[in-house]
Nanobody
Framework: VQLQASGGGLVQVGGSLRLSCAAS????????AGWFRQAPGKEREFVSA????????RYADSVKGRFTISRDNAKNTVYLQMNSLKPEDTAVYYC??????????????????WGQGTQVTVSS
């Protein structure tokens, strides 16, 4: 099982990025997928999650209204569209597969098969 996160980079405040998480070795569409992030010196925190069919989503309060999670099950890929980026969004972003198909948990323990992470840096 492999989750490959990509799309990170350096962007100015107010800019946008679209992260992708491509899965191989699993049927990603059978599971909730989540995005987490970890800034230097901080704990890994929940960002967003989406259920197996994409009809249910959940966001951390800090990103609500700015980030949008989506998935293309035909491509076995989950996306995170990030708009109106702020310096505090700077972190390594990780995607992960949940143990369930429907529960949109924000807890790290609910997820496994983590991707390698992609760096997002927002400059002011």
């Amino acid at each position: 099982v492999q989750l490959q996160a990509s799309g990170g980079g350096l962007v100015q405040v107010g800019g946008s990025l679209r992260l992708s998480c491509a899965a191989s070795g699993i049927t990603f569409s059978s599971y909730v997928a989540g995005w987490f992030r970890q800034a230097p010196g901080k704990e890994r925190e929940f960002v967003s999650a989406i259920n197996r069919v994409g009809g249910g989503t959940r966001y951390a309060d800090s990103v609500k209204g700015r980030f949008t999670i989506s998935r293309d099950n035909a491509k076995n890929t989950v996306y995170l569209q990030m708009n109106s980026l702020k310096p505090e969004d700077t972190a390594v972003y990780y995607c992960a597969r949940s143990r369930t198909a429907w529960s949109l948990s924000g807890g790290r323990d609910a997820y496994f098969d983590w991707g390698q992470g992609t760096q997002v840096t927002v400059s002011s």
